[in-house]
């Protein structure tokens, strides 16, 4: 069960059970469902999660996905060009 903290503190601790966030690709945001019903209860102005929802299967699958993918982008060599001698 998700908890407020300290009195004044204004943070949830843990997350909401009844509710998953999922991603939309197509619009870059996130929606927030009702894990008993399936309705979509909102959608987050920006292309940050929820906090205190929990993310479905689906978007812990593609945030592994993309951590793999930018890792390959940083670390990934650039071929070099050989120069041929003109004859």
């Given at each position: 069960?998700?908890?407020?903290?300290?009195?004044?503190?204004?943070?949830?601790?843990?997350?909401?059970?009844?509710?998953?966030?999922?991603?939309?690709?197509?619009?870059?945001?996130?929606?927030?469902?009702?894990?008993?019903?399936?309705?979509?209860?909102?959608?987050?102005?920006?292309?940050k999660p929820?906090?205190?929802?929990?993310?479905?299967?689906?978007?812990?699958?593609?945030?592994?996905?993309?951590?793999?993918?930018?890792?390959?982008?940083?670390?990934?060599?650039?071929?070099?060009?050989?120069?041929?001698?003109?004859?």
């Open positions: 069960m998700a908890t407020i903290g300290k009195k004044g503190d204004s943070k949830r601790h843990g997350a909401v059970k009844a509710r998953e966030q999922v991603y939309n690709a197509t619009t870059n945001r996130f929606i927030k469902v009702d894990a008993e019903t399936g309705r979509f209860m909102d959608v987050k102005a920006d292309n929820f906090a205190g929802v929990r993310k479905s299967k689906k978007v812990k699958k593609k945030a592994a996905a993309d951590k793999k993918a930018d890792a390959k982008k940083k670390t990934g060599k650039k071929k070099s060009k050989k120069k041929t001698a003109k004859r």
